[in-house]
C-alpha cells in the first residue's frame, strides 16, 4: 500500500460550511481548530480541560453509519477530536445552532431564561449535549436528559435550572417540579403548615414556560448531500494527511488497514482518541504515524447468533451500549447475564460525549487499569477475534491478555476485528461492581466483574471468575482464589473463605499509586460480599420452581441485609424555589425583584458572549507558557534556556531579570529568583509565535536545583517547625477556664478539612497589547479585581498607572481565585509585552491552572467543648490552624474571618476562638468562596454533633438550645438581631417536615443494615462585606446619550453572578426607563478607577448604590424638564437637556459602610450586616463502598427583598452544589514530595449533574426587611457554600446509626470530604476488619495529606 508524500484534502462541513484543509496537521484537536482557524473564528466552543472531562467543548459530529447508511449525529469533546478523523463529517458547534443576530434555538432560548447560565463559560457545551439529544431525540425522557448532560460540568449553577430548561422539552415534563411527591406545588398551601407555603404572595416560577418558542425539528441543519456523496464513493481510496510530526492515514478498505498495519507495525489505530489523546497530551506519548480505521466498516459489523453476540471492535460504547440494551430485551433473562452487568457500567463510564466517541476496540486495547468493561468481558469468557494480512485467529480476553503478555496478546501488525461475548446460560450469574468518588462522569477507585456457574440444581460452584480493576497496574483476576473455590456449597463458610483468599492474592501495597489502599482492600471483599447475597437471592428464585435436595442449605438472608442488594439509581432532581412576589402596586416596566433572565444569558447559549480568550488574534500577537518550580524548596542553581531558544518559533524566555520595577513581594515573587518555595512556582515564561511551539519550549529547559531544609507541607509538620505566616489571631469572651470547671462534661475533638480546587471552568487567562505611544498598556483580564492587576502592573514594569488599562468584559467564573492571582499572570505577561514590542497572550491550561494557583485553605481544628447534661454549652475553646502555602496571600485575613465567624449561630457565654496560618512548601492558598467560613465552621457544627451525642440527643436539639435568640452581641461585641436567623430555622424545619423525616429515618436505619439514612439541618448566619471601611466603597458612571440610551459602568465585575443584570435593574428603577434603554459594556480601569475587589459578597451592595447614586443625580438635573413637559418621553426630555446644556453624565458614589476590627480589644463591627439561612438535607449511605446519594435537601435563606429572585435563588443553589463538593467529592492529592497529583477533572471530582439531591428546594424567607442594603436586599454571593455542610452532617448521621448498630464507638476524627473512602472505612465491620493493615512507618505512602 504506498504512502503518498503529499497530503490529501481534509473535506468536512462546519455549520453547514464546507472546509477544505489542504495541510490538515493529525496533531490539531478539532477545539483549536474552530477557534483559531481564521476563517472559521468559532470560539463559541470553550477549552476548559483539554481531556475530555467537563464538556465545555461539546459539538455535535454527524456522520454516515458506514453499516445502516444512516446519518448519526452525536455529541464529542472537541478538546480530544483530531481534524484528521472528521473527514466526510458534519460538524454543528453552538454557533451553528441558532444566533441572536438570526434566529435563537429553543434550546438556547429555554437555557438562559430558565436561568440555567451564569458565568456562562459551560452554556455553548451544555447547549450542544442538549441539542443532540434533541436531534436524536425530539421529545427525549427525563432520564435521558440526565444522561445527556452527565459529562458536562458546571462551577456555577448547581444544574438545576439547566436541568429545568431541558425538562421543558421531555415527554413526562408537566411543568409541576413536585413530581414524585404526589402533590402538585399549587395545592400544597392545603396541607403544608409552613407559613412559606400557606402565603399568597409566595411565587413559584421563575420562568413562564408557556412562552417558549415550540421545537420545530424540521428547522435544523440538513446533513450536507456533497457528503452523502462522498461517503458513496466507491473509489475508497486511502487517503493520508502529513503534519508537522505525525502523518494520519485513514484506508478506505479492510485490506488496505491491514496492509498498512503490516507496514507499520507500531502504528496505532486511532479510534476515539480517547486514550490515545490524553497519554499524547500529557504522558508526552508521540507516535509519527496513526492509522485511521474509521471508514472501515468491518469493524463495525453486529452479529447475533444463538449463543451470543459479535461486536465489531469500531462500534462506540455508546453503540455497544444500545447494542446490549435490545439484545436483553430480546433474549430470556438467563442468557444475558453478562450483558447486563456491561450495561450497568456502560451507564456511568465517563459522559455521554467520551461514550460517543471511544471505540470498544480501544477500550480493550488501552486496557487501563481502571477499564470498566475489561472485568466483565474477561468473566464473561468474552474473545477477541483477530486479523492481520496473514488471516484471523481468536484469543480469549483472559488475565493474561489483560497483564499484557506476548504469548496472549495481538501480534504487532494484528487489529482486533470484532469481539464475540457469549449469552450466559442457566445457573451462572454474572455482577458488576463499581465505586468511584462520585455515581457519574468519574473514573472508577475499584471495580470488578464477577461470575459464578453452578451444578445445575445445586449451589455446588462448578466454575468461578472474578477479576478487578483498580488494584494493579492492569485488570487484575483472583484466578488462583477461584479455582480453591471450586466444588463448595455457596454459603457463609465459603465466603469467609473466598474473602480471605481473595484479598491475599489481590494484594495491594501500602504505597500503591493511586493511594486509598485500604479502603481498595475492603471494596474488594465488600464487593464479593455483595455479589455473594446476589446470588444467593437469584438463587432462592431459581429453586424455587425446581425443589431440589439441597436447597435446605441455602442460608436466609434477613430482610435487613437486602438493602445490600440495591444500587442507587440515577434519579431526576425535581424541587421547587420560592419566593416573594414584588408588590402588586409596583409598575410592571420596574424589574427590581423580579426574576429577570441574566442579561448575557441569550449570548451565553449562543456562544455570542466573548470571554478573555476569545478576543480575535491581534496583530503581531505571541504566546507565553509559563516555566514551574518541580522542586518544593530548594535554590536554583542554574536555568539553561538554550534549547528552548533553538526551537522555531521560540522568540523569547521572560525570567526575573527582564522585569524593569519591582518583582512582586520580597516574600511573594512573579518569577523566582535564586530559591523556589514550591512545586509550581514560576520560574521563567517562554513566549512563541504559537502555544504549541511555547508548551513544546518548556520541555526543554533545563533547571538545576539544589534541596533545601526542612520542606514543610503538612499542617503538624508546620506546628513541629512552628512555622507560621503571621501572628495568632484570637477571640475570648467570658471566663472559659472556670467555665470548664462548672460543666457537666468536657469533649475534645479533632477535625479535618481539606483544601478546595476552584475549578472556575475558564482558566486564568490575560491578553496584554502594548501600544506605540508612552507606554501604554491595554490589558485584557479575567479578574475580580482590574484595579489589582493594574497596579500591579504598573510597579512591575515601573510605569504610572495611568498609562495602564485593564478591560474585563465577563469573567468565566471566579470564585475568589481571580482576586490575587490574574495580576501574577498580568504583569508577567505585560513584561514580555514589553520585552518583545508584541502583544502576549497567555492562557493557562488546566493542570498549570491547579497547579500554581492555589485555592481554599485546608484546615486542621481542635475543640474543647463544656456542657451541661441537657445539651447547654457552657464553654467553647477552638484552636485553628490553616494551610497558607509559601506565601502569605490572603492567608492573614482568612484566619481573620475564621475566627471571627466560628461562632456561627451560637450563644455560648466562654469562648475562645484562636487561629494561625501555617507557612509550608505547598502553593499559596488565597480567597475561596466563603473565605474561611466553610472550613472554621465545621468544627463549631462537628463539636455541636459531639456534644449530641455524649448527651444522647438529637443535634437539632444541641443547635437550637444553644442559637441565638434575642437582640445580642456576638463574641467581638457586635450587635445584631437574630430574629431572621430563628425564623430561617424554624420555615426549614417546617418546610422540609423536619421532625417527621427524622422518625423515618430512624424507621428506615432499623430495618436496613447495610443501607443507612441519615438527615441534618444546619442554621447559619453569614456576615457579608470586608472587616475595612475602606474596601465598602464604589464608584459608576453613568452617560445618558441624545438617542435616550444610557450606558452604565461600576465598578463591579461580571463573574456570572449577575451584577451587570442587577445594576440595570437598579438603574431601571431609578431612572424610570425600561431595562432595554440601559446598556453594559465592560468593566474598565478607564471608566471607573481605583475599584475594590468583586468579592464578599457585598459588590452589588456597593456598586448598586452607586449606580443608584449616579442615576439619581441625573435625574435631579432632568427634574425641571420632565416637570415642564409630563407628558413627554424619554427620548424628547434627553433632547431638551441637551439643548438647554444640561450634562447629561454623572459619577455615583457610595461611600460605604463603616466596618473595623480591634484586635488587641477583641472588639469590632467588622461586617455591615449578616445573611441567615438554614438547610435540611437527607442522605442514604451504602455502608460496604462508602456511596452516598442524596435524598432531599431543603433550604431556607434570608435574602430581604431580592433584586433578582432568579439570580439570587440560582447563587445560593450553586454555592450550595459547592459546598457539597468541598464536603464530599473534591479531594486535592499530593504527593510526598508536594506535587499536586489532582490537575484535571479526572482526578479531581467537583459536583456533576448526578450529584443534585434528587428533590431539591430553595425558599427565600419572606416578609424581611434591611435598611443597610440597596432595595433591602441582601448580597448572596458566599453564604450558600456553608450551607452544603448539611449534606456532610446528613451523612456522618448515617454514619453515625451504622456504627451505633454495630457497637462501635460514636465519636471518630471528622474528616472533610466525607468521600466513599471515608464512609467506607468509618462504617466499620467485618469486612474492614478482616484486611491487612499497613504499619505507616515501613513505606513510603503515595499521597500525605496536607490538612
Ligand atoms: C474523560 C474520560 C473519562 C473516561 N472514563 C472512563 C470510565 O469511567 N471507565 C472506563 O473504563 N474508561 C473510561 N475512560 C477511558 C475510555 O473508556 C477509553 O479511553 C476508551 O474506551 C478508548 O477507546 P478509543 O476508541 O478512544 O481508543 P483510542 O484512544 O483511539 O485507542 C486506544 C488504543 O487502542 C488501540 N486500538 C484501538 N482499536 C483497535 C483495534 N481495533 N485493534 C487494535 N488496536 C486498537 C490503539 O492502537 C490505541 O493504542 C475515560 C476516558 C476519558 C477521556
Ligand atoms: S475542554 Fe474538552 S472536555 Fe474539557
Ligand atoms: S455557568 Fe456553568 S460554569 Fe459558569
Not at 502523518?247 to 479510534?271: N, Q, V
Not at 466498516?297 to 455497544?320: M, P
Not at 511555547?694 to 533545601?708: Q, V, W
Not at 467553647?876 to 456561627?904: A, M, P, Q, R
Request: aromatic share 8%; proline share 5%.
Amino acid at each position: 500500500m504506498p504512502c503518498p508524500s503529499r497530503s490529501d484534502e481534509l473535506v468536512f462541513f462546519v455549520n453547514g460550511r464546507k472546509v477544505i484543509e489542504r495541510n490538515a496537521d493529525p496533531e490539531v484537536t478539532l477545539l483549536s481548530f474552530l477557534r483559531k482557524n481564521w476563517i472559521l473564528c468559532l470560539t463559541g466552543t470553550k477549552y476548559a480541560c483539554g481531556r475530555g472531562g467537563c464538556g465545555a467543548c461539546t459539538v455535535m459530529v454527524s456522520k454516515r453509519d458506514p453499516t445502516s447508511q444512516e446519518i448519526r449525529h452525536f455529541s464529542v469533546t472537541a478538546c480530544l477530536v483530531p481534524i484528521c478523523s472528521l473527514y466526510g463529517a458534519a460538524v454543528t458547534t453552538v454557533e451553528g445552532v441558532g444566533s441572536i443576530k438570526t434566529r435563537l434555538h429553543p434550546v438556547q432560548e429555554r437555557i438562559a431564561k430558565s436561568h440555567g447560565t451564569q458565568c456562562g463559560f459551560c452554556t455553548p457545551g451544555m447547549v450542544m449535549s442538549m441539542y443532540t439529544l434533541l436531534r436524536n431525540h425530539p421529545q427525549p425522557s427525563e432520564e435521558q436528559l440526565l444522561e445527556a448532560l452527565a459529562g458536562n460540568l458546571c462551577r456555577c449553577t448547581g444544574y438545576r435550572p439547566i436541568l429545568a430548561s431541558g425538562k421543558t422539552f421531555c415527554l413526562e415534563s408537566n411543568g409541576c417540579q413536585q413530581k414524585g411527591t404526589g402533590k402538585c406545588c399549587l395545592d400544597l398551601e392545603e396541607n403544608d403548615s409552613s407559613s412559606l407555603c400557606r402565603k399568597r404572595d409566595i411565587c413559584t416560577e421563575l420562568f413562564v414556560k408557556e412562552a417558549f418558542q415550540p421545537l420545530d425539528p424540521t428547522q435544523e441543519l440538513i446533513f450536507p448531500p456533497e457528503l452523502l456523496r462522498m461517503a458513496e464513493d466507491p473509489e475508497k481510496r486511502t487517503l493520508t494527511f502529513h503534519g508537522e510530526r505525525v502523518t494520519w492515514i485513514s484506508p478506505g478498505t479492510f485490506k488496505d488497514l491491514l496492509e498498512l498495519k503490516a507496514k507499520h507495525p507500531e502504528a496505532p489505530l486511532i479510534l476515539g482518541n480517547t486514550s490515545l489523546g490524553p497519554a499524547m497530551r500529557s504522558k508526552g506519548h508521540f507516535h509519527p504515524i496513526l492509522l485511521s480505521p474509521a471508514r472501515i466498516s468491518e469493524l463495525n459489523v453486529v452479529s447475533k447468533t444463538n449463543d451470543g453476540l459479535t461486536i465489531g471492535a469500531g462500534c462506540s460504547l455508546a453503540h455497544v451500549k444500545d447494542i446490549l440494551a435490545e439484545r436483553v430485551s430480546e433474549l430470556p433473562e438467563e442468557k444475558t447475564q453478562t450483558y447486563r452487568a456491561l450495561l450497568k457500567h456502560l451507564k456511568s463510564l465517563a459522559g455521554q460525549q467520551i461514550r460517543n466517541m471511544a471505540s470498544l476496540g480501544g477500550h480493550i486495547i488501552s486496557r487501563h487499569s481502571y477499564s470498566d468493561l475489561n472485568p466483565i468481558l474477561a468473566v464473561g469468557n468474552a474473545t477477541l477475534n483477530l486479523t492481520s494480512e496473514e488471516g484471523t485467529r481468536r484469543i480469549p480476553l483472559s488475565e493474561h491478555f489483560l497483564a499484557g503478555l506476548a504469548s496472549a496478546d495481538l501480534k504487532p501488525e494484528e487489529i482486533l476485528e470484532s469481539v464475540y461475548i457469549p449469552h450466559s446460560q442457566k445457573w451462572e450469574f454474572v455482577s458488576a461492581f463499581r465505586q468511584a468518588q462520585c455515581q457519574q462522569n468519574a473514573l472508577p477507585d475499584v471495580n470488578a466483574g464477577m461470575r459464578v456457574l453452578f451444578k445445575e440444581g445445586t449451589d455446588i460452584i462448578e466454575d468461578l471468575s472474578i477479576t478487578y480493576g483498580g488494584v494493579g497496574a492492569a485488570t487484575v483476576s483472583a484466578h488462583k482464589s477461584c479455582q480453591q473455590l471450586l466444588g463448595r456449597q455457596w454459603d457463609e463458610l465459603m465466603l469467609d473463605e473466598a474473602c480471605r483468599r481473595l484479598l491475599d492474592e489481590v494484594s495491594l501495597p501500602g504505597w500503591a499509586p493511586g493511594g486509598r489502599v485500604e479502603f481498595k482492600r475492603t471494596l474488594v471483599v465488600s464487593f464479593f460480599f455483595k455479589f455473594y447475597l446476589q446470588v444467593l437471592q437469584e438463587l432462592k428464585k431459581l429453586i424455587r420452581p425446581f425443589p431440589v435436595p439441597n436447597s435446605r442449605h441455602y442460608p436466609e438472608i434477613s430482610d435487613r441485609f437486602l438493602s445490600a442488594l440495591e444500587d442507587f439509581q440515577g434519579t431526576v432532581p425535581q424541587g421547587v424555589q420560592r419566593y416573594q412576589s414584588v408588590d402588586s402596586h409596583q409598575p410592571l416596566q420596574d424589574p427590581v425583584g423580579r426574576p429577570v433572565m441574566h442579561l448575557s444569558g441569550l449570548k451565553h447559549a449562543t456562544g455570542e458572549a466573548e470571554f478573555c480568550d476569545d478576543i480575535p488574534m491581534v496583530d503581531k500577537e505571541l504566546h507565553m507558557a509559563l516555566v514551574t518550580s518541580t522542586r518544593a524548596y530548594a535554590k536554583i542553581i542554574s536555568i539553561d534556556l538554550s534549547k528552548a531558544l533553538e526551537i522555531p518559533g521560540v522568540v523569547d524566555v521572560i525570567t526575573a531579570k527582564d522585569i524593569p520595577g519591582t518583582n512582586g513581594t520580597e516574600d511573594d515573587k512573579l518569577l523566582a529568583v535564586d530559591e523556589v518555595l514550591c512545586v509550581g512556582q514560576i520560574i521563567c515564561a517562554v513566549v512563541a509565535e504559537t502555544d504549541v511551539q511555547a508548551k513544546r519550549a518548556i520541555e526543554k529547559i533545563k533547571i538545576t536545583y539544589e534541596e533545601l531544609e526542612p520542606i514543610i507541607f503538612t499542617i503538624e509538620d508546620a506546628i513541629k517547625h512552628n512555622s507560621f505566616l503571621c501572628p495568632e489571631k484570637k477571640l475570648e469572651q467570658g471566663n472559659i477556664e472556670e467555665a470548664f470547671e462548672k460543666v457537666d462534661q468536657i469533649v475534645e475533638g479533632e477535625v479535618h478539612v481539606g483544601g478546595q480546587e476552584h475549578f472556575y471552568m475558564e482558566t486564568q487567562r490575560v491578553l496584554v497589547i502594548p501600544k506605540t505611544e508612552d507606554k501604554e498598556l491595554d490589558i485584557y483580564v479575567s479578574t475580580q479585581d482590574p484595579a489589582h492587576v493594574q497596579k500591579t502592573v504598573s510597579s512591575t514594569l515601573n510605569i504610572p498607572i495611568n498609562r495602564i488599562t485593564c478591560h474585563v468584559k465577563r469573567v468565566g467564573g471566579g470564585f475568589g481565585g481571580k482576586i490575587g492571582r490574574p495580576a501574577v499572570f498580568g504583569a508577567i505577561a505585560a513584561v514580555g509585552a514589553l520585552k518583545t514590542g508584541h502583544p502576549i497572550r497567555l492562557v493557562l491550561d488546566r493542570e498549570d491552572d491547579m497547579l500554581i494557583t492555589g485555592g481554599r485553605h485546608p484546615l486542621f481544628g481542635k475543640y474543647k467543648v463544656g456542657f451541661m447534661n441537657n445539651g447547654r454549652i457552657k464553654a467553647l475553646d477552638i484552636e485553628c490552624f490553616i494551610n497558607g502555602g509559601c506565601t502569605l496571600d490572603d492567608s492573614e485575613l482568612v484566619t481573620e474571618f475564621l475566627i471571627l465567624k466560628l461562632e456561627n449561630a451560637y450563644k455560648i457565654r466562654n469562648l475562645r476562638f484562636r487561629g494561625r496560618a501555617c507557612l509550608t512548601n505547598l502553593p499559596s492558598n488565597t480567597a475561596f468562596r466563603g473565605f474561611g467560613f466553610p472550613q472554621g465552621t465545621l468544627v463549631t457544627e462537628s463539636c455541636i454533633t459531639a456534644v449530641a451525642a455524649k448527651c444522647g440527643l438529637p443535634p437539632e436539639k444541641i443547635r437550637e438550645k444553644n442559637m441565638y435568640r434575642t437582640v445580642d452581641k456576638t463574641i467581638y461585641k457586635q450587635a445584631f438581631n437574630p430574629e431572621s436567623l430563628i425564623r430561617c430555622w424554624n420555615e426549614c424545619l417546617d418546610t422540609s417536615s423536619f421532625h417527621n423525616r427524622r422518625m423515618q429515618v430512624e424507621e428506615f436505619n432499623k430495618k436496613n443494615y447495610w443501607k443507612k439514612r441519615g438527615i441534618a439541618v444546619i442554621p447559619m448566619k453569614f456576615s457579608v462585606g470586608f472587616a475595612a471601611t475602606s474596601y465598602h466603597q464604589a464608584a459608576a458612571l453613568v452617560h445618558i446619550y441624545t438617542d435616550g440610551s444610557v450606558l452604565v459602568t461600576h465598578g463591579g465585575n461580571e463573574l456570572g453572578q449577575g451584577i451587570h443584570t442587577k445594576m440595570l435593574q437598579v438603574a431601571s428603577r431609578e431612572l424610570k426607563i425600561p431595562m432595554s434603554y440601559l446598556h453594559i459594556c465592560e468593566t474598565s480601569t478607564a471608566t471607573v478607577p481605583n475599584t475594590i475587589a468583586t468579592a464578599a459578597s457585598i459588590g452589588a451592595d456597593t456598586n448598586g448604590r452607586a449606580v443608584q447614586n449616579a442615576c439619581q443625580i441625573l435625574l435631579k438635573r432632568l427634574e425641571p424638564i420632565i416637570k415642564k413637559n409630563p407628558e413627554g418621553t424619554w427620548e424628547e426630555w434627553i433632547e431638551a437637556a441637551f439643548e438647554q446644556r444640561i450634562s447629561l453624565s454623572a459619577t455615583g458614589y457610595f461611600r460605604g459602610y463603616k466596618a473595623f476590627m480591634d484586635w488587641e480589644k477583641g472588639e469590632g463591627d467588622p461586617f455591615p450586616y449578616y445573611v441567615y439561612g438554614a438547610a435540611c438535607s437527607e442522605v442514604e449511605i451504602d455502608c460496604l463502598t462508602g456511596a452516598h446519594k442524596k435524598i432531599r435537601t431543603d433550604i431556607v435563606m434570608d435574602a430581604c427583598c431580592s433584586l433578582n429572585p432568579a439570580i439570587d435563588i440560582g447563587q445560593i443553589e450553586g454555592a450550595f452544589i459547592q459546598g457539597m463538593g468541598l464536603y464530599t467529592t473534591e479531594e486535592l492529592k499530593y504527593s510526598p514530595e508536594g506535587v499536586l497529583y489532582s490537575r484535571g477533572p479526572d482526578e479531581y471530582k467537583i459536583p456533576t449533574i448526578s450529584d443534585v439531591p434528587e428533590e431539591f428546594n430553595v425558599s427565600l424567607l419572606p416578609s424581611s426587611q434591611t435598611p443597610l442594603t440597596i432595595y433591602s436586599s441582601k448580597g448572596l454571593g458566599e453564604s450558600g457554600m456553608f450551607l452544603g455542610s448539611s449534606v456532610f452532617f446528613a451523612i456522618t448521621d448515617a454514619v453515625a446509626a451504622a456504627r451505633r448498630e454495630r457497637d462501635i464507638a460514636e465519636d471518630f476524627t471528622v474528616k472533610s470530604p466525607a468521600t466513599p473512602e471515608w464512609v467506607r472505612m468509618a462504617c466499620a465491620d467485618r469486612f474492614t476488619e478482616m484486611i491487612p493493615r499497613d504499619d505507616p512507618k515501613t513505606f513510603k505512602p503515595w499521597s500525605i495529606t496536607v490538612a
